[in-house]
T-cell receptor, first 111, second 116 residues
Framework: ELKVEQNPLFLSMQEGKNYTIYCNYS?????LYWYRQDPGKSLESLFV?????AVKQEGRLMASLDTKARLSTLHITAAVHDLSATYFC???????????FGPGTRLSVLP | EAGVVQSPRYKIIEKKQPVAFWCNPI?????LYWYRQNLGQGPELLIR????????DSQLPKDRFSAERLKGVDSTLKIQPAELGDSAVYLC??????????????FGQGTRLTVV
């Protein structure tokens, strides 16, 4: 059974600081997704990582995938308040047909 | 282009009552998912459809939950009878085939169910 873990589960950081969220998974996969969820809202797709070594960047967020280590990271650079949300990673083992989500990392960026 | 549309957005019912949720996926997406998200947790898959066929319903509590996707487009998820523990957000998502794999899942706004 595929298990997806995230670390940390809660993160409070100050504006301007850098931090990394980690996503570990238990079985072989080369497809990993990052989503953002604001309170009371649905999930918004952030990044799609489809191969070992994939790196994607959008604004202050950068995601990477190491399939050998079964690890993905979401790096936050110079955080701003607007990044406050819950971030989920999801792993797929069947070519985009079965997404298993991690528990989420609740990020709060403080002024 | 419209995204995944769900209705209703909110539903409050008494326990033992039936409830139904509706989902219209993104046009052209063959794969449709129903997820349940409990407060403070990640979404958990209930059922996945490929066109009109339910290909993964292993996590669907079949004694009270049912789903259908007639004609391989819209889908309905039903709970009968509802229990207090069914209170959650029910999310519908869809993904499409690109030739080398499906896209990521695109989610609807969800239906927040409260059972009292």
């Amino acid at each position: 059974e595929l298990k997806v873990e995230q670390n940390p589960l809660f993160l409070s950081m100050q504006e301007g600081k850098n931090y990394t969220i980690y996503c570990n998974y238990s079985t072989t996969s080369d497809r990993l997704y990052w989503y953002r969820q604001d309170p009371g809202k649905s999930l918004e797709s952030l990044f799609v990582l489809l191969s070992n070594g994939a790196v994607k960047q959008e604004g202050r967020l950068m995601a990477s995938l190491d399939t050998k280590a079964r690890l993905s990271t979401l790096h936050i650079t110079a955080a701003v308040h607007d990044l406050s949300a819950t971030y989920f990673c999801a792993v797929d083992t069947t070519y985009g047909q079965n997404f298993v989500f991690g528990p989420g990392t609740r990020l709060s960026v403080l002024p | 282009e419209a995204g995944v549309v769900q209705s209703p957005r909110y539903k409050i019912i008494e326990k033992k009552q039936p409830v139904a949720f509706w989902c219209n996926p993104i046009s052209g997406h063959n794969t449709l998912y129903w997820y349940r998200q409990n407060l403070g947790q990640g979404p958990e898959l209930l059922i996945r459809y490929e066109n009109e066929e339910a290909v993964d319903d292993s996590q669907l509590p079949k004694d009270r939950f049912s789903a259908e996707r007639l004609k391989g487009v819209d889908s309905t998820l039903k709970i009968q009878p509802a229990e207090l523990g069914d209170s959650a957000v029910y999310l519908c998502a869809s993904s499409g085939w690109t030739g080398w794999g499906n896209t990521e899942a695109f989610f609807g706004q969800g239906t927040r169910l409260t059972v009292v």
